[in-house]
């Protein structure tokens, strides 16, 4: 998992906004929608985001599929020190 979590968060161009999104379920689960306005990004690019960090079991959905809001998934909880570590980095480049 380490090696995911670096890779999708720091490892390519989408990782900044990947990130983001991460940071806002924490706080609060939501779905896409509310994601791209929360965050200001576009549906589609949330969206794709979204289905990125599903691929890598980073976030998991809860719900049916138009109206699924998600939320990190147990593993990332589990490494969350990791990720906490990865978003500082982000956050000091």
Not at 42 to 67: C, Q
Not at 69 to 85: A, K, Q
């Amino acid at each position: 998992m380490e090696a995911v979590l670096w890779y999708v968060l720091a490892g390519t161009r989408g990782g900044y906004n990947r990130a983001r999104i991460l940071r806002c379920i924490d706080e609060r689960p939501r779905n896409p929608n509310q994601l791209a306005e929360d965050l200001d990004l576009n549906y589609d690019t949330v969206r794709h985001h979204l289905d990125v960090l599903t691929d890598n079991e980073v976030v998991t959905a809860s719900g049916d599929d138009y109206g699924a809001v998600y939320l990190p998934s147990e593993t990332v909880r589990n490494h969350w020190s990791l990720v906490e570590e990865i978003l500082e980095t982000l956050d000091n480049d």
